[in-house]
């Protein structure tokens, strides 16, 4: 089962996307969890833009959702709410439904008392495109900036149970369904 995982930072050294390495890299047995890195090139959203004929960058964002059973987010807080740059990829999927009954789960790695404005818009806007938010596998897990290795991935014991729990119960979730 294919995991995309989203990251919402354009930063270079974001630790939201140190995250979602590690769960590259820990993805459990038959789970291969994939990195969208399309964000920055996405256009602005255009409401009245043809699905059909969309801009290459938004094509590929459609074909990496359309080939995902799941999809894991981490994001990060910018005055208070979601980065517009996340939000306008969040925008390009409203009227396609390409997050409509799709499992979506999220890591917070925000310091304790910080980053509730992302998630409660991202909860807010997912719920908008009836994604299937997957409550077990939504966790929040500070990666600090001295817990990234020179390899890019978080060492923090204890994030990457979290990265690692996410993603089981996303896949989890996905199998339930199947079986029924």
């Known amino acids: 089962m294919t995991v995309l995982l989203l990251s919402g930072s354009t930063r270079a050294a974001s630790t939201n996307a140190a995250a979602l390495r590690t769960a590259v890299a820990l993805a459990p047995e038959g789970v291969r969890a994939v990195t969208y890195d399309g964000l920055a090139e996405l256009p602005a959203f255009v409401p009245d833009s043809d699905p059909a004929s969309a801009p290459p960058a938004v094509a590929a964002l459609r074909d990496a959702l359309a080939a995902a059973g799941a999809v894991l987010i981490c994001t990060p807080e910018y005055a208070g709410t979601l980065p517009g740059s996340f939000k306008n990829l969040l925008d390009w999927t409203v009227g396609t439904a390409d997050l409509y009954g799709k499992p979506v789960a999220w890591v917070n790695v925000a310091a304790p008392g ?32 001295d817990a990234v290795g020179t390899d890019g991935l978080v060492t923090d014991a204890g994030v990457r149970d979290a990265v690692t729990t996410a993603l089981a119960a996303l896949a989890a979730h996905v199998r339930a369904a199947i079986t029924g």
């Open 114 to 145: 910080r980053g509730e404005g992302a998630v409660a818009t991202l909860r807010t806007v997912l719920g908008y495109v009836a994604a299937d938010i997957v409550e077990d596998a939504c966790v929040r897990a500070h990666v600090a900036r």
